[in-house]
C-alpha cells in the first residue's frame, strides 16, 4: 500500500444522490474520481487496472447512510481484495492509505523475491494495531488459504507482480550497466510514484539496500 490522496471536495452528485431515497454511491463523476485519485490501482495489493473493480467502504456501512455516502470513505478496490477484506471483521481496522501520518509504505515490509513460485513476505515494522491487521489483509490477498479459489486469485496476483517487479529490477540493472542513463532514470521514478502498479514492493527494494537507498530514495514523493 501507498499514500493516495483523495482530491477534495466530495464529487457534487454523492450529496445529490444521498438524499434521493434509492440513491446510488456508483455515480459516473464518483467512479472517475476514484479512477484518478488511485491511478487505476487497487489500493491494497497495488494491481493497476484490474478485471473486477469494486468502490469499497473502507468502514463498511453496513446500511449508515452518513458511512454509505461520505466521500472519504470511498476507496478503489479490486473485486478479490475487496472480498477479502469483507471476509474478516478485524480488517474493518487497518492502516489508511489516504492519511499520510499512516505511513502505509513505511509501517510494512512488502518483502517479494522475484522468482517464480516466490511467496511474498510481509512484516510491520511501525507496530501498531491497524498495521498488524493490514499486514495479515495483504498475506491473506496474496498467499491466502491453500486450496480455496482465494489462493488460485492470489496466484495469478504474485504471478503480476513478479512480472513488474522484474521489470524494475531489469531498469535498475539497465541503469548501471549504461551510465546511469537518463531515461532509465525517468522509468525507475515512475515505477516509485504511483503511476505503476505495486509501488510499496519497488519502495522497499530501494530503501532496504544501502547504494539502491542513497541513489534513488530521495525520488520517493508522496
Ligand atoms: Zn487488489
Redesign the pocket.
Known amino acids: 500500500m501507498v499514500y493516495f490522496e483523495k482530491s477534495q471536495p466530495a464529487p457534487p452528485s454523492l450529496l445529490l444522490e444521498k438524499n434521493k431515497k434509492s440513491g446510488t454511491y456508483r455515480t459516473a463523476e464518483v467512479i472517475a474520481r476514484l479512477d484518478k485519485d488511485f491511478y487505476s490501482k487497487?489500493y491494497?495489493?497495488?494491481?493497476k487496472n484490474?478485471t473486477t473493480i469494486n468502490i469499497e467502504h473502507f468502514m463498511p456501512h453496513r446500511g449508515d447512510r452518513d458511512l454509505m455516502f461520505d466521500w472519504n470513505n470511498l476507496f478503489y478496490?479490486?473485486g478479490?481484495?475487496?472480498n477479502v477484506k469483507l471476509a474478516q471483521k478485524e480488517f474493518d481496522e487497518i492502516l489508511n492509505c489516504t492519511l499520510k501520518s499512516d505511513q502505509v509504505d513505511r509501517a510494512i515490509a512488502y518483502q517479494f523475491n522475484p522468482f517464480p513460485k516466490e511467496k511474498p513476505h510481509f512484516e510491520v515494522l511501525i507496530p501498531s494495531q491497524k498495521a498488524t491487521h493490514a499486514k495479515e489483509l495483504l498475506d491473506r490477498?496474496f498467499n491466502g488459504e491453500p486450496t480455496s479459489l482465494k489462493a488460485l486469485e492470489g496466484a495469478n496476483?504474485r504471478d503480476l507482480l513478479l512480472k513488474s517487479i522484474k521489470e524494475f529490477q531489469e531498469l535498475l540493472i539497465d541503469y548501471y550497466k549504461y551510465g546511469k542513463d537518463a531515461t532509465f532514470l525517468l522509468k525507475i521514478k515512475q515505477h516509485l510514484n504511483n503511476s505503476i502498479e505495486f509501488t510499496a514492493f519497488k519502495r522497499y527494494i530501494i530503501r532496504h539496500n544501502e547504494t539502491l537507498k542513497n541513489e534513488f530514495e530521495h525520488y520517493i514523493i508522496d
Do not use: F, S, T
Request: a neutral charge; hydrophobic letters at 30%.
Open positions: 487497487c491494497i495489493c497495488g494491481q484490474p478496490a479490486c478479490h481484495c475487496n490477498v496476483l
